[in-house]
């Protein structure tokens, strides 16, 4: 798109908007507010206080024309393979259709069954053994959604191949009524695998090696590897290669979310995941919230040269949320090669980073408002809580609303330049109704829109991963050379080897 028309007339309206202040713009069109919004379903979005004009969004629409978005959100829903480098589909919306193809009906029958049955008092708590896309999806939902959870069963996750987590997520636990979910693709990354031997030691050591394979389910697109591990056939549960880990938590990825929700509420965030996906496929970019979020980000990014944004949600069942949006971004988005092999005409992905308010008023707000950088924020509240105490959450949402306005408009000490605010800092509100199980799945499916919307305009493949393996596969050589089965590499820096050595001598 780097180039085009589009992108040039971008430049020039941006060259315009220099020197406009956010408080200019509002004092010329009193009903901004009202206006730069748009709404689906309960959930609103307002980006009336991001440094643009209908122009902008006029021309940010002509350039998702130009890159074609509409004919590739078609492509993606419909199960083709835009997955270009895998040559595959990325069709994860097709997990959460009213009519799924049969294999994904059936999975679901499977996971209700089982979830229903482990919700049963069979097991006094379950532990999610995974990590990335097999941790933070189901992690992220289940902490979000506690208020809709079974409270006499305790599911936990365990990611982290650090000891320590393992430790602390055993903690209290009986490992004679404790089950295992053991999360993994190809059911050979590493720190699963070193996890769940562990895991399966714990519980063997309790009730016998017999007995350890029945504490034991599975979710992995290499059952025959489960089997070999000693997991029955009949809880082992598909992955299918056309899901990235990312985009899996409407899985069986989500069979531990599922066990904690139950299947009624599962299905409840398929159906909010679901309208996301229609409301992306026909809204009109003026109106569409996914594209919008995208091309704002966009706008952001590319024209402004802002290189990261916060996501800021005002809900504290939303902690993990951040880190979740986090993976989803960075690592989709995180390239410098486009589709057809040549390096990336201008920036792409930005660095993702938040936590819940009002914690981070305490934290980097500071930063927010008075340093000098400037980082776009999201922020994401409710209008109604998930518990009683609504004088808290009246002030939560105040304190919401005044960082909006604070970033947006600043204010003016003329005696004291340490008190000055200079605000025309960017925001973004998402406001929903009530964090449900649908509202919840909303979120999920418009933040998975939106990279998309960003990956086709920068023309990159948002569905592979091929940074992460390299990390990876060194590790691999140097866990062997630190169990003393293999020799130092001879074509190793000095600087590593060095490390190495030090480690050996004093571990």
């Not at 990335?132 to 959604?145: C, K, N, R, Y």
């Not at 594209?291 to 504290?316: D, E, S």
Request: proline share 6%; hydrophobic share 40%; charged share 20%.
């Amino acid at each position: 798109m780097y180039g085009t028309g589009e992108w040039r007339g971008l430049n020039a309206h941006r060259e315009e908007l220099d020197g406009v202040h956010l408080r200019d713009l509002f004092v010329a069109d009193p009903i901004r507010g009202e206006r730069l919004i748009a709404e689906t379903d309960g959930l609103l979005l307002d980006y009336s206080k991001n440094r643009l004009t209908d122009e902008t969004v006029e021309l940010l629409g002509a350039l998702a024309d130009r890159a074609g978005l509409r004919a590739r959100i078609e492509a993606m829903l419909d199960g083709e393979p835009v997955n270009t480098t895998e040559d595959r589909p990325a069709w994860h919306p097709a997990l959460r259709r009213p009519d799924p193809p049969p294999e994904v009906r059936a999975e679901l029958g499977r996971m209700a069954a089982f979830a229903g049955e482990a919700r049963s008092g069979r097991w006094d708590a379950v532990v999610n053994i995974g990590i990335g896309g097999s941790d933070l999806g189901p992690a992220m939902a289940t902490a979000a959604l506690k208020a809709y959870g079974n409270t006499e069963l305790d599911v936990r996750f365990l990611s982290n191949v650090d000891g320590a987590h393992f430790r602390e997520v055993t903690r209290g636990l009986d490992p004679a009524r404790t089950l295992f979910i053991v999360v993994s693709k190809t059911f050979t990354t590493t720190e699963t695998l070193a996890n769940a031997i562990t895991a399966r030691d714990w519980i063997a050591h309790a009730v016998g090696v017999e007995q350890a394979s029945s504490h034991f389910a599975a979710v992995t697109a290499s059952p025959n590897k489960a089997q070999g591990f000693g997991i029955h056939d009949d809880v082992v549960f598909t992955m299918w290669d056309w899901v990235g880990g990312r985009y899996s938590l409407a899985s069986a990825v989500g069979l531990s979310f599922m066990t904690a929700v139950g299947p009624d509420a599962f299905a409840a965030m398929l159906a909010g995941m679901h309208h996301i996906d229609e409301h992306f496929r026909s809204a009109p970019w003026t109106e569409n919230l996914p594209a919008l979020l995208g091309l704002i980000g966009i706008w952001n990014r590319n024209f402004w040269g802002w290189p990261t944004y916060a996501v800021l949600p005002y809900a504290q069942e939303l902690a993990l949320f951040p880190a979740y949006i986090q993976q989803l971004d960075m690592e989709s988005n995180g390239k410098s090669v486009q589709t057809d092999g040549t390096p990336a005409s201008t920036a792409t992905g930005p660095v993702v980073w938040g936590q819940p308010g009002t914690n981070g008023q305490h934290a980097f707000h500071q930063l927010l408002h008075q340093g000098t950088d400037i980082v776009p924020v999201e922020f994401i509240g409710f209008c109604r809580p998930n518990h009683s105490h609504t004088e808290h959450h009246d002030l939560l949402m105040a304190n919401l609303f005044a960082q909006a306005e604070a970033l947006a408009f600043g204010a003016s000490d003329a005696d004291d330049p340490h008190r000055q605010f200079p605000g025309n800092r960017p925001s973004t509100v998402l406001l929903g109704d009530q964090l449900t199980p649908r509202s919840l799945g909303q979120l999920v499916a418009l933040y998975e829109h939106k990279v998309f919307t960003q990956a086709i305009v920068w023309g990159i493949n948002p569905f592979d991963q091929w940074g992460v393996e390299l990390g990876k596969t060194l590790a691999t050589g140097i866990a062997a050379e630190l169990a003393g089965t293999a020799d130092p590499s001879p074509a190793r820096d000095s600087s590593t080897q060095s490390l190495i050595n030090r480690y050996v001598m004093k571990r």
